[in-house]
């Protein structure tokens, strides 16, 4: 085991490097550029500008130069569009909203997604199902660009209940409405994927084998169908979580949270490289981490999986 | 006995003191006060930076207008009254402006504002280690040397500005600028505090860090989110100013700050497109449309090796002909914006519309003419089909004007039109290299002055994206700037865009926004939109 999550680790260092050399030549490939502004500069101002960003240099030089940063000062560079602020203080201060409420998001999503797909695979082809199943569809066919505003419409504009945005460093009433923006759609996908792997388990052998046994149905489900149920939803829960809480660029910007979401398409119609950077790498390095988490989880659910 | 008694009146004194405050009335107006004392502005998108030596945009200024001040300030009408400076004199041969700086001017540590803080400030705005994408502005007054220093050819400290004593300024100009006056108002003219920016490097931007002068200083900064000024008790007018709190909220969406602005969450968001008429009835005291000095206009590809019908200047005639003004300004924008028939905005201080000919014509005149005058060069329905593409960059509001205009063309002239939209920085690309036949631009007004817009279709300007060059326009141009009465020679230019047509001008842009109705004091007759939170105020409300 430890040697696998050893091995994985190893692999991982080439896979940000290549991911690297791919997001650059890809940003610098797109026409425009950082300092383009509706006045054009001067060429001897843009010059500057250039040179002091290090742009000046060739393509091999920037990257070497920016991966160098990285690993001997952790140091991502300034932003080119933000001038008054570095990417790590962009990342430091935008990542941890979007933690807050990606995981409250999630906790969400999963408690309800699971307990939503067991209840519809139990009582299936019943008004339970019928509902169930509805609502997940609903929720996944509603994107959370309409259901920002549904919810502002309702909890601010009509109750009045909760405000309509800002952060406020994290207090309550201000998370709320982001976390069900932002949840709804997963906890409809996890929910659709919980209904048809539970059904699948519970017209299992071992299943029917503990129905003619007599035990009661509560125990049939919490002990023996939930724990090999689960385990699609565990491969899906991994990159949902790195998904979750990197935020949503609609959530962010509808939401005005500050979050990191909104810097994955700001960054890159700005075309401030280094932002564009820092949240790919960010995102890079997280998923591989969660992906192995799950791997890891795998193994200790399932005993047919050894590595 | 005695002991009790003076703590009595002292007690009886703040309440009485405390029951002013209640009933606080604005010093000049006499309105009675809120108590809440804060206003809060929407905008757009976290600010690049507010360091004024590297601010470009609109927004970043805003919040630097209340940081910082500069030698002048605006009034609500944009004219200047003073500011750090006092008054000035001119030399005779308009070359040498002196300026007289206020003695009690601070920063927000208590340091005296000094001539030497504007010389630092305007040297480190040039120089090429500052990096400064407005570092031209310093060049474009015509600062003695600005060229110069911009270009790396020649050390900062050579620009014509020079402290002779703490409290005097002197400016050196290469060429006498009538407006010069005007330019001094603008962020990048703004002082900063060297030991202040040595101190903390780059970082000297951030909350706690920043020493302004102005009548705020900067308390909050969260990216993406707001950032908030409070008052500098240190500032020389403190005590006029009555604004305890300014917050500016980043709010994307313009749907989603009306949204919050009518839950109350903020004073001020802009009007979403097309919703003008509505809201107006809705909220007629809250709802405003000021001239807001910008002009939407289409440039065409006058390049010799542009689409030979482009070339052809009856067509480009036709086209601008056809452009129904009155349909697009009233039915599809309908916030107060004016139709446009020349370039500079009509608000512009000191300057007159001239009467071109299209102008007083009906739109119905003006559809023959333009069938006429396709039918001569040889295009239309008798003749060569014709083809344009309109680019524009990536928005509802543009792709809108894009296909009325479209069909206007088409049914008044037989024009087929193909529309092609491209994100912003793609967009800027395209148009500077001139690989388009008709494409969307507008202009705002760096300073207010004709010049400011009519500069554009000068040969070497860098934004003169039709690539017009005409010597006799330049001419006229240069002539401007030293003429004591330039309106004659700008009409004459804006004469000749008319003729020549290397652009179509669309409409004069309108500000509409929400203001929350205790919010007093606000600078409506400013068309550059220079408010000054200083010199506003919340009422009290029953």
Same mark, same amino acid.
């Given at each position: 085991?430890?040697?696998?999550?050893?091995?994985?680790?190893?692999?991982?260092?080439?896979?940000?490097?290549?991911?690297?050399?791919?997001?650059?030549?890809?940003?610098?490939?797109?026409?425009?550029?950082?300092?383009?502004?509706?006045?054009?500069?001067?060429?001897?101002?843009?010059?500057?500008?250039?040179?002091?960003?290090?742009?000046?240099?060739?393509?091999?030089?920037?990257?070497?130069?920016?991966?160098?940063?990285? *690993?001997?000062?952790?140091?991502?560079?300034?932003?080119?569009?933000?001038?008054?602020?570095?990417?790590?203080?962009?990342?430091?201060?935008?990542?941890?909203?979007?933690?807050?409420?990606?995981?409250?998001?999630?906790?969400?999503?999963?408690?309800?997604?699971?307990?939503?797909?067991?209840?519809?695979?139990?009582?299936?082809?019943?008004?339970?199902?019928?509902?169930?199943?509805?609502?997940?569809?609903?929720?996944?066919?509603?994107?959370?660009?309409?259901?920002?505003?549904?919810? *502002?419409?309702?909890?601010?504009?009509?109750?009045?209940?909760?405000?309509?945005?800002?952060?406020?460093?994290?207090?309550?009433?201000?998370?709320?409405?982001?976390?069900?923006?932002?949840?709804?759609?997963?906890?409809?996908?996890?929910?659709?994927?919980?209904?048809?792997?539970?059904?699948?388990?519970? $017209?299992?052998?071992?299943?029917?084998?503990?129905?003619?046994?007599?035990?009661?149905?509560?125990?049939?489900? /919490?002990?023996?169908?939930?724990?090999?149920?689960?385990? !699609?939803?565990?491969?899906?829960?991994?990159?949902?979580?790195?998904?979750?809480?990197?935020?949503?660029?609609?959530?962010?910007?509808?939401?005005?949270?500050?979050?990191?979401?909104?810097?994955?398409? $700001?960054?890159?119609?700005?075309?401030?490289?280094?932002?564009?950077?820092?949240?790919?790498?960010?995102?890079?390095?997280?998923?591989?981490?969660?992906?192995?988490?799950?791997? =890891?989880?795998?193994?200790? =659910?399932?005993?047919?999986?050894?590595? | 006995?005695?002991?009790?008694?003076?703590?009595?009146?002292?007690?009886?004194?703040?309440?009485?003191?405390?029951?002013?405050?209640?009933?606080?009335?604005?010093?000049?107006?006499?309105?009675?006060?809120?108590?809440?004392?804060?206003?809060?502005?929407?905008?757009?998108?976290?600010?690049?930076?507010?360091?004024?030596?590297?601010?470009?945009?609109?927004?970043?200024?805003?919040?630097?207008?209340?940081?910082?001040?500069?030698?002048?300030?605006?009034?609500?009408?944009?004219?200047? *009254? !003073?500011?750090?400076?006092?008054?000035?004199?001119?030399?005779?041969?308009?070359?040498?402006?002196?300026?007289?700086?206020?003695?009690?001017?601070?920063?927000?540590?208590?340091?005296?504002?000094?001539?030497?803080?504007?010389?630092?400030?305007?040297?480190?705005?040039?120089?090429?280690?500052?990096?400064?994408?407005?570092?031209?502005?310093?060049?474009?007054?015509?600062?003695?040397?600005?060229?110069?220093?911009?270009?790396?050819?020649?050390?900062?400290? &050579?620009?014509?500005?020079?402290?002779?004593?703490?409290?005097?300024?002197?400016?050196?100009?290469?060429?006498?600028?009538?407006?010069?006056?005007?330019?001094?108002?603008?962020?990048?003219?703004? !002082?900063?505090?060297?030991?202040?920016?040595?101190?903390?490097?780059?970082?000297?931007?951030?909350?706690?860090?920043?020493?302004?002068?102005?009548?705020?200083?900067?308390?909050?900064?969260?990216?993406?989110?707001?950032?908030?000024? &409070?008052?500098?008790?240190?500032?020389?007018?403190?005590?006029?100013?009555?604004?305890?709190?300014?917050?500016?909220?980043? =709010?994307?969406?313009?749907?989603?700050?009306?949204?919050?602005?009518?839950?109350?969450?903020?004073?001020?968001?802009?009007?979403?497109?097309?919703?003008?008429?509505?809201?107006?009835?809705?909220?007629?005291?809250?709802?405003?449309?000021?001239?807001?000095?910008?002009?939407?206009?289409?440039?065409?590809?006058?390049?010799?090796?542009?689409?030979?019908?482009?070339?052809?200047?009856?067509?480009?005639?036709?086209?601008?002909?056809?452009?129904?003004?009155?349909?697009?300004?009233?039915?599809?924008?309908?916030?107060?914006?004016?139709?446009?028939?020349?370039?500079?905005?009509?608000?512009?201080?000191?300057?007159?519309?001239?009467?071109?000919?299209?102008?007083?014509?009906?739109?119905?005149?003006?559809?023959?003419?333009?069938?006429?005058?396709?039918?001569?060069?040889?295009?239309?329905?008798?003749?060569?089909?014709?083809?344009?593409?309109?680019?524009?960059?990536?928005?509802?509001?543009?792709?809108?004007?894009?296909?009325?205009?479209?069909?206007?063309?088409?049914?008044?002239?037989?024009?087929?039109?193909?529309?092609?939209?491209?994100?912003?920085?793609?967009?800027?690309?395209?148009?500077?290299?001139?690989?388009?036949?008709?494409?969307?631009?507008?202009?705002?007004?760096?300073? $207010?002055?004709?010049?400011?817009?009519?500069?554009?279709?000068?040969?070497?300007?860098?934004?003169?994206?039709?690539?017009?060059?005409? !010597?006799?326009?330049?001419?006229?141009?240069?002539?401007?700037?030293?003429?004591?009465?330039?309106?004659?020679?700008?009409?004459?230019?804006?004469?000749? /865009?008319?003729?020549?047509?290397?652009?179509?001008?669309?409409?004069?842009?309108?500000?509409?926004?929400?203001?929350?109705?205790?919010?007093?004091?606000?600078?409506?007759?400013?068309?550059?939109?220079?408010?000054?939170?200083?010199?506003?105020?919340?009422?009290?409300?029953?």
């Amino acid at each position: 085991m430890l040697t696998f999550i050893l091995r994985r680790l190893l692999v991982a260092i080439p896979t940000i490097l290549i991911l690297i050399v791919i997001s650059f030549v890809l940003m610098f490939a797109a026409p425009g550029g950082p300092f383009n502004a509706e006045r054009p500069l001067p060429p001897d101002v843009m010059a500057n500008i250039e040179a002091r960003y290090g742009l000046d240099q060739p393509y091999a030089v920037q990257i070497f130069n920016y991966v160098k940063n990285i *690993v001997l000062h952790f140091d991502f560079g300034p932003s080119f569009k933000y001038r008054d602020q570095t990417v790590s203080g962009l990342i430091a201060q935008g990542f941890p909203v979007t933690l807050t409420y990606g995981t409250w998001a999630f906790a969400v999503a999963v408690v309800f997604g699971v307990a939503l797909g067991v209840v519809a695979a139990v009582r299936q082809n019943t008004w339970v199902d019928y509902l169930a199943t509805g609502s997940a569809i609903g929720a996944s066919v509603l994107p959370n660009f309409v259901l920002g505003p549904l919810l *502002v419409l309702v909890f601010t504009l009509w109750l009045g209940w909760l405000p309509a945005g800002g952060w406020y460093g994290g207090q309550w009433q201000y998370v709320i409405l982001p976390v069900a923006a932002l949840a709804t759609s997963y906890l409809a996908a996890i929910a659709r994927i919980m209904r048809s792997s539970m059904l699948e388990v519970m $017209n299992s052998g071992f299943i029917r084998t503990a129905r003619a046994k007599g035990l009661p149905m509560r125990r049939i489900i /919490l002990r023996h169908a939930l724990k090999p149920a689960i385990l !699609p939803v565990l491969s899906y829960l991994g990159p949902a979580f790195v998904a979750m809480i990197t935020g949503s660029v609609v959530v962010d910007v509808f939401f005005s949270t500050g979050g990191i979401g909104q810097y994955f398409v $700001n960054a890159a119609l700005n075309r401030d490289y280094s932002v564009i950077m820092g949240v790919t790498i960010l995102v890079g390095v997280l998923t591989i981490v969660f992906n192995l988490l799950v791997d =890891i989880l795998y193994a200790w =659910i399932d005993p047919k999986i050894r590595y | 006995m005695a002991v009790r008694s003076t703590f009595r009146a002292a007690s009886l004194l703040a309440l009485l003191a405390t029951g002013a405050m209640a009933q606080a009335t604005h010093p000049e107006t006499g309105d009675p006060l809120a108590e809440n004392q804060t206003f809060s502005w929407r905008i757009l998108d976290e600010v690049p930076t507010l360091d004024p030596g590297l601010i470009e945009d609109v927004d970043s200024g805003s919040i630097a207008r209340q940081l910082f001040e500069g030698l002048y300030n605006q009034d609500a009408q944009g004219n200047i *009254v !003073p500011g750090v400076a006092l008054d000035h004199t001119l030399s005779e041969d308009g070359l040498t402006y002196t300026f007289n700086l206020r003695p009690e001017a601070r920063w927000s540590n208590g340091e005296p504002v000094t001539a030497n803080d504007f010389v630092y400030a305007w040297r480190r705005a040039a120089d090429p280690a500052t990096a400064s994408p407005y570092s031209w502005y310093i060049d474009l007054m015509k600062v003695a040397g600005a060229a110069e220093v911009v270009a790396g050819e020649a050390a900062p400290d &050579t620009l014509g500005v020079r402290a002779v004593d703490d409290h005097t300024l002197e400016v050196t100009l290469t060429q006498p600028i009538p407006y010069f006056p005007q330019m001094v108002t603008h962020y990048t003219t703004y !002082p900063v505090l060297q030991s202040n920016i040595e101190e903390h490097g780059d970082a000297w931007t951030q909350p706690g860090n920043m020493v302004s002068n102005g009548a705020y200083v900067l308390s909050e900064r969260v990216p993406q989110e707001r950032t908030v000024v &409070t008052r500098n008790e240190n500032y020389w007018d403190n005590a006029n100013t009555v604004l305890n709190e300014v917050s500016f909220l980043i =709010i994307n969406d313009e749907n989603q700050g009306l949204t919050r602005w009518i839950a109350g969450e903020l004073d001020a968001t802009d009007v979403p497109i097309g919703q003008f008429p509505r809201l107006k009835e809705e909220y007629p005291e809250e709802v405003h449309a000021v001239p807001n000095l910008c002009t939407y206009y289409y440039a065409i590809n006058v390049r010799p090796d542009s689409d030979p019908a482009l070339l052809d200047v009856r067509v480009r005639e036709a086209l601008n002909l056809a452009i129904d003004r009155d349909v697009i300004v009233n039915s599809i924008l309908a916030a107060g914006q004016l139709p446009a028939y020349t370039l500079a905005h009509p608000a512009t201080a000191g300057y007159e519309v001239p009467e071109v000919p299209i102008a007083t014509m009906t739109q119905e005149e003006r559809n023959t003419r333009a069938q006429e005058l396709l039918a001569e060069a040889g295009f239309g329905p008798e003749g060569e089909p014709l083809t344009f593409e309109i680019i524009y960059n990536t928005d509802q509001a543009h792709q809108q004007l894009a296909v009325a205009i479209g069909q206007m063309w088409k049914q008044t002239l037989g024009v087929e039109t193909t529309l092609a939209n491209q994100e912003w920085q793609t967009f800027l690309d395209t148009r500077r290299e001139g690989n388009f036949q008709i494409a969307r631009a507008a202009w705002c007004a760096d300073y $207010n002055e004709a010049s400011t817009f009519l500069d554009l279709m000068t040969a070497d300007n860098e934004s003169n994206d039709p690539r017009y060059e005409n !010597p006799e326009y330049d001419a006229l141009m240069e002539e401007s700037r030293t003429a004591a009465d330039p309106q004659p020679l700008y009409t004459q230019a804006e004469e000749m /865009l008319a003729r020549d047509m290397p652009i179509l001008p669309i409409y004069f842009y309108a500000k509409d926004f929400m203001l929350d109705a205790s919010i007093k004091g606000y600078a409506f007759e400013n068309a550059q939109e220079n408010w000054y939170a200083k010199d506003m105020y919340r009422i009290a409300q029953e």
